[in-house]
């Protein structure tokens, strides 16, 4: 059996995609097609010139259903679209009997996830999550750091990445299609928050605006005041992006160390180190909360 893994990949003309081509390329496998609602997908010419793309779901399912009965169909589907879109792309790809990697989130509700675990169980194979700051080497640290420790952190997370008036425009600007900048900007965050102090204990606080939400989380291990803002004016004259993480008073640096993230994801999902949907169901229960669904 050949040691070459063959993708395909949907939403490859969004904006993480080319993480994702990237990693597959580096790692020396192919992606053998593409689909899109847009067509604005040149870039596959750096990586895979050979790839069949698609701008028409049917066209694609029906290319990939084709190949499922080949003797050298897919290894795996990437789910690159859309958040509201997830869970029915990788139901897609369980269907078509192949794993899945999927973007953040996985899921937007707490009962999408509890659908997809019972299509895994269904179809026997097996969905990935991509929360690359896991790999982040300073996150890293930071968990070795605090393994031992007994007493109650105080941490404080200001995260701001501006983004214009197309933003809101955007499907990422819909509140039902993203869940909003707590969900689509803040779910690595808060997943790190609960990878590194465990549980949520009590949600004490949240403001939220469109492009801007904070509050108070008291967590297992730390009190965690937090702030998402995609807004332009919580920056000081310079700055282009603030990603501040303060543990006891010591700041974590995320400043750099993003290249190759999505690179070390593949390399621990094709080795078998996946994260699996039930290992982030208090994750999308917190983003849920956080955004004061009822």
Same mark, same amino acid.
């Given at each position: 059996m050949s040691s070459v893994k063959r993708f395909a990949i949907m939403g490859v003309a969004g904006y993480v995609?080319?993480?994702?081509?990237?990693?597959?390329?580096?790692?020396?496998?192919?992606?053998?097609?593409?689909?899109?609602?847009?067509?604005?997908?040149?870039?596959?010419?750096?990586?895979?010139?050979?790839?069949?793309?698609?701008?028409?779901?049917?066209?694609?399912?029906?290319?990939?259903?084709?190949?499922?009965?080949?003797?050298?169909?897919?290894?795996?589907?990437?789910?690159?679209?859309?958040?509201?879109?997830?869970?029915?792309?990788?139901?897609?790809?369980?269907?078509?009997?192949?794993?899945?990697?999927?973007?953040?989130?996985?899921?937007?509700?707490?009962?999408?996830?509890?659908?997809?675990?019972?299509?895994?169980v269904s179809s026997g194979h097996k969905i990935a999550n991509i929360l690359q700051l896991r790999h982040h080497?300073?996150?890293?640290?930071?968990?070795?750091?605090?393994?031992?420790?007994?007493?109650? &952190?105080?941490? $404080?997370?200001?995260? !701001?990445? @501006?983004?214009?008036?197309?933003?809101? %425009?955007?499907?990422?600007?819909? =509140?039902?299609?993203?869940?909003?900048?707590?969900?689509?900007?803040?779910?690595?965050?808060?997943?790190?928050?609960?990878?590194?102090?465990?549980?949520?204990?009590?949600?004490?606080?949240?403001?939220?605006?469109?492009?801007?939400?904070?509050?108070?989380?008291?967590?297992?291990?730390?009190?965690?005041?937090?702030?998402?803002?995609?807004?332009?004016?919580?920056?000081?004259?310079?700055?282009?992006?603030?990603?501040?993480?303060?543990?006891?008073?010591?700041?974590?640096?995320?400043?750099?160390?993003?290249?190759?993230?999505?690179?070390?994801?593949?390399? &621990?999902?094709? $080795?078998?180190?996946? !994260?699996? @949907?039930?290992?982030?169901?208090?994750? %999308?229960?917190?983003?849920?909360? =956080?955004?004061?669904?009822?």
């Amino acid at each position: 059996m050949s040691s070459v893994k063959r993708f395909a990949i949907m939403g490859v003309a969004g904006y993480v995609a080319p993480k994702h081509l990237q990693a597959i390329y580096d790692l020396g496998h192919l992606v053998v097609a593409a689909m899109d609602i847009n067509d604005s997908v040149g870039i596959l010419d750096r990586y895979f010139p050979d790839c069949k793309f698609f701008n028409e779901f049917e066209r694609f399912e029906r290319f990939l259903t084709k190949k499922a009965k080949e003797e050298r169909g897919i290894d795996y589907l990437t789910v690159c679209t859309p958040n509201y879109l997830h869970d029915a792309h990788c139901r897609f790809g369980l269907r078509l009997g192949v794993d899945v990697i999927c973007e953040k989130p996985l899921v937007l509700n707490p009962w999408n996830l509890e659908a997809l675990v019972d299509a895994e169980v269904s179809s026997g194979h097996k969905i990935a999550n991509i929360l690359q700051l896991r790999h982040h080497s300073e996150i890293l640290k930071l968990k070795e750091q605090i393994s031992t420790s007994t007493h109650r &952190h105080q941490v $404080s997370l200001n995260y !701001i990445t @501006p983004r214009g008036g197309w933003y809101d %425009i955007s499907w990422k600007g819909s =509140l039902p299609k993203s869940g909003g900048i707590t969900t689509n900007i803040g779910v690595h965050l808060f997943d790190l928050l609960l990878w590194l102090f465990g549980p949520v204990v009590e949600i004490v606080e949240v403001y939220s605006s469109p492009r801007t939400t904070k509050g108070i989380l008291k967590l297992e291990r730390a009190d965690v005041d937090w702030q998402l803002s995609i807004d332009f004016s919580k920056l000081k004259d310079g700055q282009k992006s603030l990603r501040s993480i303060i543990c006891d008073g010591i700041k974590v640096e995320l400043d750099s160390g993003f290249d190759d993230l999505h690179k070390t994801c593949y390399q &621990h999902i094709l $080795s078998g180190k996946l !994260i699996r @949907p039930e290992d982030i169901r208090p994750l %999308i229960q917190l983003m849920y909360d =956080l955004r004061g669904s009822k």
